[in-house]
């Protein structure tokens, strides 16, 4: 009865709260950040929802959004308990996890809620005059938001790192105050990019800004601009204009270059235009050449700071401007050394940077997905190279058309983005996912997709060290041993009683190894299918850190001889592919406590990561297919994975700094290798 009961109030709810789309499907403009805008970011009211009671029904079913964003009326008889009137707050931009202790493991809903002020219909420049469009743009808000003005639905995104707006141009069409409420969902599932098994805290919120972005209803939407040949330095801009019927004259600058021309779109409003760059410096590290490239449309004009450059590859090189240029990089997360949290705006970018370039890094891998827009903007100031890179992580659903939908959107996001970025160099579309066909199809459609929205950067993935790679680890480690005359006879015995029990392993060894014997090193020349659809083959592989540990949960062997003989082995391991491709070995690492220091180089003291750097890099060095290492990572970073007490305590300790920025002994041996090295 009570059931019943509810369904029909919830009903009548439903009634009164229609739910009316006042969004339009209008393409949103590009490039945002160099637009006239009105920042929405600050104090934003808070309900944190675990049951996501705000748009759902404890007895199923979706309900239309509960008043309580509308401010209810509050009073002695208003029975109301869910209100935004006196409550928490968060700063937006920021996560929610690093901002209250209690919502440090919180990953479910919060709503989010501010006043915005609108002058009404037709301000399009926010001026009180014209006819002009209103876009609401976040930066980004993980992992799912759905938004409404005035209680009228507005649109809803989903992925965590690439930014998204919707046209509120008629939902502010009154003048006066409005209701902006966000839902933000973090929950990670199966079937989310990434999935909830990522070894990364899942930051949520808004997490970078928000703000109002006014244009005239005809206005510029997007361009993208590239040098398409280094030596004709012959170059090309893709133009947009939106709110036009018919050929539009637009005009096309680059001053710094004497470069004017009156053009026309097309009726539909594009325009693909060649360039002579005859007179432009090429961008690079060592001299990072930008110009203001400006385009106009009646009193619509956006500019973007562009460096022109070529990148692509020669067998195993990677070209910048037709020369081979070695990637001396390292992996970063998006966490500052300036604050806990998901990282954000230009003072975070400009320490992380130019932490990297103390380093005496030329190249970035920023993992495992898009950073923000003022790290890739700074690092085409500073010269850096990037590797920008989709969440698609570990074991996603890829046998799952809307999945497979859901990275497509997320890497054209993270494109249409960056597209103007000279940094950006390398679009990954994946991070160690396990071989299988479902995998290789999903990838190779999601490569093509790369390339179909931008054929002037190169594609890769960071690959697992596979199974095949593991077992011969395995198998030299074990044969290894049997020779090894610190390994006790007791030991020797139950290893060779557990080969004699797998008389094929060994014999499997031989055909791997070509000799089970002192000199055995495992073959490490990856054989990984996605290798073909990738311009760069990506490997990450931890010799001397995880290997060891896996050894003694197959085999009698203790893990410390196993980290010993394996690190004997690494002066005879070479790492490679069987692709004639350019090969970045895109992690390697150990993790480490700062200021924990024993020169006995015990597991978690800087010592012992200083020397699994040490043997890496002479170990990296006789790859002859190596065009660049991005050693995992920069910082340590927070995980849900990273637990362990007073070591860890919830972050990834392989950073090369700590979170606060203090230096390990391994980073000065990856400063000392990048400066001896061309
Ligand atoms: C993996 C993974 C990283 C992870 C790292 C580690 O290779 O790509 O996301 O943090 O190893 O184990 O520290």
């Known amino acids: 009865m009570i059931k019943k009961l509810l369904q029909r109030v919830v009903a009548l709810m439903g009634a009164?709260?229609?739910?009316?789309?006042?969004?339009?499907?209008?393409?949103?403009?590009?490039?945002?950040?160099?637009?006239?805008?009105?920042?929405?970011?600050?104090?934003?009211?808070?309900?944190?929802?675990?049951?996501?009671?705000g748009d759902s029904s404890p007895f199923g079913g979706d309900i239309p959004e509960r008043g309580y964003f509308l401010n209810p009326p509050r009073g002695p008889q208003n029975l109301v308990e869910f209100s935004f009137d006196n409550s928490q707050t968060l700063t937006v931009p920021g996560d929610w996890n690093s901002q209250k202790a209690e919502l440090f493991f919180y990953d479910r809903t919060v709503w989010y809620h501010r006043m915005i002020t609108s002058a009404g219909t037709g301000d399009g420049m926010g001026d009180g005059t014209g006819d002009g469009r209103k876009f609401l743009h976040f930066g980004a808000v993980n992992y799912r938001a759905k938004v409404w003005i005035d209680g009228a639905f507005v649109g809803a995104h989903e992925g965590g790192f690439t930014p998204f707006a919707f046209d509120?141009?008629?939902?502010?069409?009154?003048?006066?105050?409005?209701?902006?409420?966000?839902?933000?969902?973090?929950?990670?599932?199966?079937?989310?990019?990434?999935?909830?098994?990522?070894?990364?805290?899942?930051?949520?919120?808004?997490?970078?800004?928000?703000?109002?972005?006014?244009?005239?209803?005809?206005?510029?939407?997007?361009?993208?601009?590239?040098?398409?040949d280094h030596q004709t330095k012959q170059g090309v801009i893709k133009i947009d204009v939106t709110g036009v019927?018919?050929?539009t004259d637009i005009t096309v600058a680059i001053p710094a270059l004497n470069i004017q021309r009156q053009v026309q779109?097309?009726?539909?409003?594009?325009?693909?235009?060649?360039?002579?760059?005859?007179?432009?410096?090429?961008w690079s590290p060592q001299n990072p050449q930008l110009y203001d490239v400006i385009v106009t449309l009646g009193d619509d004009e956006v500019s973007d700071r562009v460096g022109f450059r070529t990148v692509e590859t020669r067998g195993t090189d990677i070209l910048l401007n037709g020369e081979p240029i070695f990637l001396k990089g390292v992996a970063m997360h998006e966490e500052s050394i300036l604050h806990e949290g998901r990282s954000h705006g230009p003072?975070?970018?400009?320490?992380?940077?130019?932490?990297?370039?103390?380093?005496?890094?030329?190249?970035i891998r920023l993992a495992h997905y898009p950073h923000d827009a003022a790290t890739?903007?700074?690092?085409?100031?500073?010269?850096?190279?990037?590797?920008?890179?989709?969440?698609?992580?570990?074991?996603?659903?890829?046998?799952?058309?809307?999945?497979?939908?859901?990275a497509k959107t997320m890497i054209g996001e993270m494109i249409r983005r960056d597209a103007n970025r000279a940094s950006v160099v390398i679009w990954s579309i994946a991070n160690e996912t396990p071989e299988s066909d479902e995998r290789l199809a999903f990838l190779e459609a999601l490569a093509d997709e790369v390339r179909r929205l931008d054929n002037t950067r190169l594609v890769s993935a960071a690959l697992l060290t596979g199974r095949k790679e593991l077992e011969a680890i395995g198998y030299a480690v074990v044969s290894r041993a049997l020779n090894d005359p610190q390994v006790s006879d007791k030991t020797k015995q139950a290893l060779a009683d557990e080969i004699g029990f797998f008389p094929s392993a060994i014999a499997r060894a031989a055909a791997w190894l070509g000799n089970v014997g002192p000199a055995a090193a495992p073959d490490m020349r990856s054989e990984d299918p996605l290798?073909?659809?990738?311009?760069?083959?990506?490997?990450?592989?931890?010799?001397?850190?995880y290997y060891a540990a896996f050894i003694p949960l197959i085999v009698p062997l203790p893990e410390a001889d196993a980290r010993r003989i394996i690190f004997d082995m690494m002066d005879e391991v070479v790492i490679g592919t069987k692709f004639d491709k350019p090969l970045i070995i895109s992690e390697f690492g150990a993790g480490a406590k700062a200021g924990y220091t024993d020169p006995t180089a015990p597991i978690w003291s800087e010592d012992y990561q200083a020397k699994v750097y040490d043997?890496?890099?002479?170990?990296?060095?006789?790859?002859?297919?190596?065009?660049?290492?991005?050693?995992?990572?920069?910082?340590?970073?927070?995980?849900?994975?990273?637990?362990?007490?007073?070591?860890?305590?919830?972050?990834?300790?392989?950073?090369?700094?700590s979170e606060t920025g203090q230096k390990k002994k391994a980073f000065f041996i990856l400063q000392q290798y990048y400066q001896n090295r061309e």
């Open 16 to 53: 009164t709260l229609m739910l009316s789309i006042v969004g339009t499907a209008m393409a949103a403009p590009n490039l945002v950040e160099q637009r006239q805008r009105v920042s929405l970011d600050g104090e934003w009211q808070i309900i944190v929802d675990p049951l996501g009671l």
């Open 168 to 228: 509120v141009t008629d939902a502010l069409s009154a003048p006066g105050d409005h209701s902006l409420v966000v839902k933000v969902d973090n929950l990670h599932g199966t079937h989310t990019i990434p999935t909830r098994w990522a070894d990364w805290l899942h930051f949520g919120g808004i997490t970078r800004s928000v703000s109002l972005v006014s244009v005239p209803a005809a206005h510029i939407e997007d361009f993208t601009v590239s040098l398409k």
């Open 245 to 247: 019927t018919s050929r």
């Open 265 to 282: 779109t097309d009726s539909s409003g594009a325009l693909y235009l060649q360039l002579d760059l005859s007179d432009a410096t090429l």
């Open 347 to 363: 003072a975070d970018a400009k320490a992380m940077l130019m932490l990297a370039k103390e380093l005496g890094a030329n190249f």
């Open 376 to 406: 890739t903007r700074l690092a085409d100031e500073l010269g850096l190279l990037i590797w920008s890179e989709v969440p698609v992580y570990w074991q996603i659903a890829f046998e799952d058309e809307a999945v497979l939908a859901k």
């Open 531 to 545: 290798g073909e659809f990738v311009d760069v083959v990506a490997i990450n592989e931890y010799f001397g850190w």
């Open 615 to 657: 043997m890496q890099l002479q170990m990296l060095e006789r790859s002859d297919q190596l065009a660049g290492i991005s050693p995992w990572v920069l910082r340590d970073f927070r995980s849900y994975m990273r637990p362990l007490n007073s070591i860890q305590d919830y972050y990834n300790r392989k950073g090369l700094v």
